[in-house]
């Protein structure tokens, strides 16, 4: 079990930027798991908004996000970037990261951190 813990986040104004950080408290995140960040807005699911395969650095970002935010990972440090660009009032949200075995659904989950973007 590799449980993620998310930092990052905060207040910012729409145009402007901010970086969400996943640790894997104390362990390594395992190879060919996927990482990933999800969000829910208030009043809405929550949705999908990108991963990456750990060992590969393969990334996937949903539409909604693509050309705006960046997913890395920094193997030394064991820790997964969520780096968010040109942010709009619509990406105000609880952040998660999570993280899933190879073949499988995410498995284990942050407690989230909150991203204000204010117009």
């Known amino acids: 079990q590799v449980q993620p813990v998310e930092s990052g986040g905060g207040l910012v104004q729409a145009g402007g930027s901010l970086r969400l950080s996943c640790a894997a408290s104390g362990r390594t995140f395992y190879n060919n798991w996927r990482v990933g960040w999800f969000r829910r807005a208030p009043g809405k699911e929550r949705e999908f908004v990108t991963s990456i395969v750990w060992s590969s650095g393969d990334t996937f970002y949903a539409d909604s996000v693509k050309g705006r935010f960046t997913i890395s990972r920094d193997n030394a440090k064991n820790t997964v970037y969520l780096q968010m660009n040109s942010l709009k009032p619509e990406d105000t949200a609880v952040y998660y990261c999570?993280?899933?075995?190879?073949?499988?659904?995410?498995?284990?989950w942050g407690q989230g951190t909150q991203v204000t973007v204010s117009s």
């Open positions: 999570a993280n899933a075995p190879p073949g499988q659904g995410y498995k284990y």
